[in-house]
């Protein structure tokens, strides 16, 4: 017989998807506007936060930033994960204060524990200083738009 928190677990298991497919990757503007905002602000710190969205009509459609206390120095961030399973989390962004965007070793790493795609932002800072890469650290073509 099964513990109540092991149908617990069960239950919200078969709640979420099991994957996420979608073949289009957008980026809200107002949220392209807060990263790099904010990875200016943070200069010459590394800055970390993870991405709110959802699939819709074969369209990950990133909305929103989710916050969680970090620690930043100008070679890395870091994060302890404090969120609920179903936050709507899909990747995270960082920001790297010298002039790539390509994503470290230490990087891969994280994007192997968490969510579907991730972005990096490289100085100075701005929008086409925007990578985009999946869990395994490909690269992936993304747009910024007013949604």
């Given at each position: 017989?099964?513990?109540?928190?092991?149908?617990?677990?069960?239950?919200?298991?078969?709640?979420?998807?099991?994957?996420?497919?979608?073949?289009?990757?957008?980026?809200?503007?107002?949220?392209?506007?807060?990263?790099?905002?904010?990875?200016?602000?943070?200069?010459?710190?590394?800055?970390?936060?993870?991405?709110?969205?959802?699939?819709?009509?074969?369209?990950?459609?990133?909305?929103?930033?989710i916050y969680q206390h970090f620690a930043a120095s100008p070679h890395s961030a870091?994060?302890?994960?404090?969120?609920?399973?179903?936050?709507?989390?899909?990747?995270?962004?960082?920001?790297?204060?010298?002039?790539?965007?390509?994503?470290?070793?230490?990087?891969?790493?994280?994007?192997?524990?968490?969510?579907?795609?991730?972005?990096?932002?490289?100085?100075?800072?701005?929008?086409?200083?925007?990578?985009?890469?999946?869990?395994?650290?490909?690269?992936?073509?993304?747009?910024?738009?007013?949604?």
């Amino acid at each position: 017989m099964k513990s109540f928190s092991e149908k617990l677990k069960q239950a919200l298991f078969s709640l979420l998807p099991k994957t996420k497919t979608f073949s289009r990757i957008t980026l809200k503007k107002t949220v392209a506007d807060d990263i790099t905002e904010i990875a200016k602000g943070s200069y010459p710190k590394e800055f970390i936060a993870l991405l709110k969205g959802d699939v819709k009509d074969d369209t990950l459609a990133i909305d929103g930033l989710i916050y969680q206390h970090f620690a930043a120095s100008p070679h890395s961030a870091s994060m302890t994960f404090d969120l609920p399973m179903i936050s709507g989390a899909v990747g995270s962004v960082h920001s790297h204060p010298g002039p790539r965007n390509t994503p470290s070793s230490a990087d891969l790493r994280f994007f192997n524990k968490r969510g579907f795609i991730h972005l990096i932002i490289n100085y100075p800072y701005k929008y086409n200083n925007i990578a985009c890469y999946d869990f395994e650290g490909n690269r992936l073509d993304f747009s910024i738009e007013n949604f």
